[in-house]
């Protein structure tokens, strides 16, 4: 039998609980509690939705992390300088989210029409279809371009509700640190609404580098609360900066794009 205050086991026979010294009645009804590894014991009509490890949601999304190059060429075709970045397959025909600044030359003041796209090992040319005007001069929630690969892919990045945040949870962020290849970092939301320049971005400790630019943020559940927003100028140690996902949703929206 369990206690009825505290839901201790109450050995049969007994008319107090041996713990919290609650009274016992014969004809109390027993309930049926099951274990919640992170709080103890609870009642079994109770939801628990176990939280995923960043081993989890690695293995679960890192296919789903693009790495995106530039390659700017002269006029024989051969590469003069290359700069790169992270994106975010949101859709499984193709459709990445990234930064602007991502795929913007600033040393040449244009954007590229196509860029160079890597999903799972696999290279594609990425269509870029739109980005925030003037790209060199873009806030940080303004810090959105879109890029179409002609393929179909078995998985793509789920999007979370921002209003679910809060301070305190823990996120992970996924992509092409220092333009070395996929990696992965662990932190908390420091604050949902960090005013900054004007603007109410996602504050976090998780760390990134230049390069996790247009990569995701997770949360427990493996879903993108927020598009990662590095440069020079905006990242502070410990204090980085990323683009709530319902702004990236509302914005991708104008431009005649749901997902």
Known sequence: MRCPKCGSNVPEGKTKCPHCFAPISSDQPSRSFSVNPQSGYRPNNEAYTPK?????????????????????????????????????LISKDGYIVTNTHVVYDEDHDFVPSTVEVQLDGRKY??????????????????????????????????LADYNTVKPGDEVTAIGNALGWGINVTRG??????????????????????????????????????????????????AMNFFIPVNHVKELLKSWGYSF
């Open 188 to 237: 908390i939301v420091s604050d949902t609404q960090k005013f900054f320049n004007g603007e109410y971005v996602l504050a976090s400790d998780v760390g990134i580098n230049g390069g996790n630019s247009g990569g995701p943020l997770f949360n427990s559940k493996g879903e993108i609360i927020a598009i990662c927003d590095c440069t020079p100028k905006k990242a502070h140690e």
């Open 125 to 158: 040319v990425g269509r870029v279809l739109r980005t925030h005007e003037p790209p060199g001069e873009h806030k940080i929630l303004d810090d959105i371009a879109l890029v179409k690969v002609d393929a179909s892919f078995p998985t793509c990045l789920a």
């Open 52 to 88: 995923k490890s960043s081993a989890d949601i690695y293995e679960k999304n890192v296919s789903s992390v693009a790495i995106i190059t530039v390659n700017i060429c002269d006029k024989n075709n051969n590469i003069i300088s290359s700069f790169t970045g992270s994106g975010c």
